[in-house]
């Protein structure tokens, strides 16, 4: 019954009613899109949808390395509405900041009423991923990236952001979406292209993850800007 | 060590939340001129960067730098450069700097050391509340562009009906020559449109063809009506341009379903208050008739009341007969749907509550739309079983 924590901040939560993923509650009390709040010896967790959410998939499907940690600078492109990034900030916790960038208003709009208003680790940021210099100012060097964007050279995004905003050593998360890259394509083709990408922009791979079946046509790729 | 030896050299200048700083290549910070700790005005002073223009804390920095011999001053971030030019220096504008990366390496540190804020938590809790902030004024911008758009949808919604209209109303009278039944038994155009492109002559209205369209319960009235029709024999040359007529009109209105899609996206986008409280479609006809989100905000009730009633509004002034009680807002259901005596009471409140929202979406961005239908809604289940 006791939580079986699997990496810094996340844990498995076990009941008659099944097990799941969670994250401890950095806003006990509040939640942010349907997910369930579970109380064990007094701390509260919020469970992770693998199905709403490609980290928690990518740590179903085995993910070895866990980038994020507590204390952790962290830009996340393609934020949306704040589902991912809810968890990243309670995985992260009061010592770390995330800065969420997306380019469209109405999801940042829910990001900033829903999630950034009731926490203080979660800076809300209009803008497009493809121009990092457009919000340099409001965003340090981070430790991580996590790119979800959902476009055609999500790759390149990835290097041009770790260009002005990663530290060196610093980690990437990205999605790649096999689809929106190249359709006709063979998945794995679409994801070894982009995989390759990051290596020339500077990144060696840790790992990479398929996302069947909870995400289809999706892989989870793991990387780490060579110091 | 700096004085006149300097005389003509470059310095290079950051632009941080926290304020303005010179640096030279070796990454000694020798001038800077801070932001007051206040995100208001910091992003006030970003804003005018943005625009091109210097602000206060930028013109003394260039102050400074000017006293001291520093004639150009070196930058990465492009977007300075008309600020900077504004504030009397040269520009020189380099891919990598050095000192900026530096800067935004060590920018807490930096923060504290200058006393900007208390400690590095300080700082990140300074930096959202910027972010916050110009992320409110972004998403409004963005908003307000939008409403552009759908202004010029509405305004084409507009023009399509009436065009529909009247294209509808000859294809009735036409195709009415051979079978003015059925103008009876089917009063929605779109499927008049369909009817006459499908079947033609009136001859082919047989219940297996009529099956096919999937017109639910309408079937048996139209058959009837085509039972023992009085009209006359159809010509084929008329027959092929009633039918082409006909064909024209059902894409029209299927263009007109799309278009009315894409306001309801773009509305509910750009005016999330008003869409909640008028619905996306008359949203963006108030807008319309309004000119824009702000003078729609900066209306008084009154006048959204009657948004729309400006010839009636004018026929009262002129011949003083009573004014309108209602404009476009007779569209809401929260006003038609009352007996007509307490019409004018409703088109009152939900004015009120449609200026509300509109200044909403317009100045403050806060989500109140979803508050204000409630109240709209429960107001009008309340008088609904108040009258029974
Ligand atoms: C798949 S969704 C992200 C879901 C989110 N990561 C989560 O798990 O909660 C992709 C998002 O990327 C955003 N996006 C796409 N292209 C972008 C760009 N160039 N810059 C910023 N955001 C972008 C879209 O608006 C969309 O919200």
């Known amino acids: 019954m006791s939580p079986k924590r699997i990496f810094p901040g996340v844990y498995r939560l076990e009941s008659e009613a099944g097990k799941a993923l969670a ?3 950095l806003t006990p ?3 942010f899109y349907g997910e369930q709040l579970v109380t064990v010896d007094g701390v509260e967790y919020r469970t992770w949808n693998p199905y709403r959410s490609k980290l928690a998939a990518a740590i179903r499907k085995g993910l070895g390395v866990m980038p994020l940690s507590r204390g952790d600078k962290v830009l996340y492109l393609g934020v949306a509405s704040g589902t991912t990034c809810s968890h990243v900030s309670d995985i992260i916790g009061v010592g770390g900041h995330v800065w969420g960038v997306d380019f469209a208003p109405r999801p940042i709009r829910d990001l900033i009423e829903g999630l950034a208003k009731h926490r203080a680790n979660v800076s809300p940021i209009l803008g497009d991923a493809r121009r990092p210099r457009t919000y340099a100012l409001n965003v340090p060097k981070v430790d991580g990236i996590y790119a979800d964007v959902a476009q055609p050279d999500q790759a390149g995004i990835v290097i041009e952001n770790a260009r002005v905003f990663l530290k060196s050593g610093g980690w990437a998360v990205m999605a790649v979406k096999s689809r929106s890259i190249d359709v006709t394509k063979a998945p794995q083709r679409v994801y070894e292209a982009e995989i390759e990408k990051l290596r020339e922009g500077g990144f060696e791979i840790v790992e990479s993850l398929e996302l069947d079946p909870f995400e289809k046509d999706h892989a989870l790729v793991v990387a780490r800007l060579k110091s | 060590m700096n004085g006149n030896a300097e005389s003509g050299s470059q310095i290079h200048v950051v632009e941080t939340l926290i304020g303005i700083f010179a640096l030279t290549h070796d990454n000694d910070i020798v001038e800077r001129v801070l932001y007051p700790r206040d995100a208001k005005q910091i992003n006030a002073a970003l804003e005018r960067h943005a ?3 210097p602000s206060k804390e930028m013109s003394e920095m260039v102050e400074k730098l000017v006293q001291r011999g520093f004639e150009t001053v070196i930058i990465s971030n492009e977007h300075l450069a008309d600020a900077l030019r504004g504030a009397g220096v040269n520009v020189e504008i380099v891919e990598d700097s050095g000192p900026e990366d530096f800067v935004r390496e060590n920018i807490e540190s930096i923060a504290v050391d200058f006393r900007a804020v208390e400690d590095k938590t300080q700082y990140y809790a300074l930096s959202r509340e910027v972010s916050v902030l110009r992320t409110r004024k972004d998403i409004q911008k963005a908003q307000s562009e939008r409403g552009a758009t759908i202004i010029q949808t509405a305004q084409l919604l507009n023009e399509l009906d009436k065009s529909l209209n009247v294209l509808s109303g000859k294809l009735r009278e036409w195709y009415g020559l051979h079978f003015p039944e059925l103008s009876r038994a089917v009063d929605d155009h779109k499927i008049y449109a369909l009817l006459v492109e499908r079947l033609g002559d009136r001859s082919n209205f047989s219940p297996e063809n009529l099956g096919e369209l999937e017109l639910g319960d309408r079937v048996k009235g139209i058959l009837s009506a085509s039972e023992d029709s009085m009209g006359a024999p159809l010509l084929s040359e008329d027959e092929e341009h009633l039918r082409s007529l006909a064909a ?9 379903e799309s278009l009315e899609a894409l306001i309801m996206s773009i509305a509910e986008e750009a ?6 409280v008028a619905g996306p479609v008359l949203a963006a006809k108030l807008l319309e008739k309004a000119g824009g989100l702000k003078k729609l ?8 009341q009657i948004l729309g009633a400006e010839k009636a509004l004018f026929r009262s002034k002129m011949t003083g007969a009573k004014p309108p009680k209602h404009g476009l807002i007779f569209q809401h259901p929260y006003v038609h749907a009352k007996p007509r005596k307490l019409r004018g009471k409703a088109a009152r409140t939900l004015a009120a509550k449609l200026s509300l929202a509109a200044r909403a979406d317009a100045f403050t961005g806060n989500p109140i739309g979803a508050e204000l239908r409630r109240q709209l809604d429960e107001d009008a289940e309340r008088q609904a079983t108040e009258s029974v």
């Open chain 1, 23 to 25: 994250t401890m509650n």
């Open chain 1, 29 to 31: 009390g509040r939640r």
């Open chain 2, 51 to 53: 625009a091109g223009e």
């Open chain 2, 248 to 256: 024209n009109l059902v894409s029209l209105y299927s263009y007109r």
């Open chain 2, 271 to 276: 005016v999330p208050n008003l869409s909640v």
């Open chain 2, 297 to 304: 905000a900066m209306m008084p009730s009154s006048t959204v």
